[in-house]
C-alpha cells in the first residue's frame, strides 16, 4: 500500500500562485508516475498535471505555461507550482499514482485524501 499526503491549498486571490506538495509512504517507488487531478463543485475529477518516473511531463491543455509539477524522489515527494490562478480553478486538488495512463477515472492506483484550492475574483 501506498499513502498519499497533500498539503499546501488554501485560498488565494485570482493571478496568485500556490504550490501544493505531495508525499508519498508506504510501499513507494521511483517508478510510479505521479501526478494531480482536481475536482470542482458539481464536477468530475479531471487530469490536471502528472510527471512519469522517466522525467516526462504532462499537462492539460487549461494549465500549460501556469503550472509546474515537478518531484523529487528522495523525498518520494511531487509538487505542483500554479501560477496566474483562475476562479473556475476552485476545486479540491488531489494527488495520484497513475498506472497505463493518465486518466483520473480509471488509471489510478492510490489516491491522496486532497486539499482544497479556493481562488476567489
Known amino acids: 500500500q501506498v499513502q498519499l499526503v497533500e498539503s499546501g491549498g488554501g485560498l488565494v486571490q485570482a493571478g496568485g500562485s500556490l504550490r501544493l506538495n505531495c508525499t508519498a509512504s508506504?510501499?513507494?517507488?521511483?517508478?510510479?508516475?505521479m501526478g494531480w487531478c482536481r475536482q470542482a463543485p458539481g464536477k468530475e475529477r479531471v487530469f490536471v498535471a502528472a510527471?512519469?518516473?522517466?522525467?516526462?511531463?504532462y499537462y492539460a491543455d487549461s494549465v500549460k505555461g501556469r503550472f509546474t509539477i515537478s518531484r523529487t524522489n528522495a523525498k518520494n515527494t511531487v509538487y505542483l507550482q500554479m501560477n496566474s490562478l483562475k476562479p473556475e480553478e476552485t476545486a479540491v486538488y488531489y494527488c495520484?499514482?497513475?498506472?497505463?495512463?493518465?486518466?483520473?477515472?480509471?488509471?489510478?492506483?492510490?489516491w491522496g485524501k486532497g486539499t482544497l484550492v479556493t481562488v476567489s475574483p
Open positions: 510527471r512519469a518516473w522517466s522525467g516526462n511531463t
Open positions: 495520484a499514482v497513475f498506472s497505463g495512463s493518465y486518466s483520473c477515472t480509471d488509471a489510478v492506483t492510490y
Open positions: 508506504g510501499r513507494t517507488s521511483t517508478y510510479y508516475n
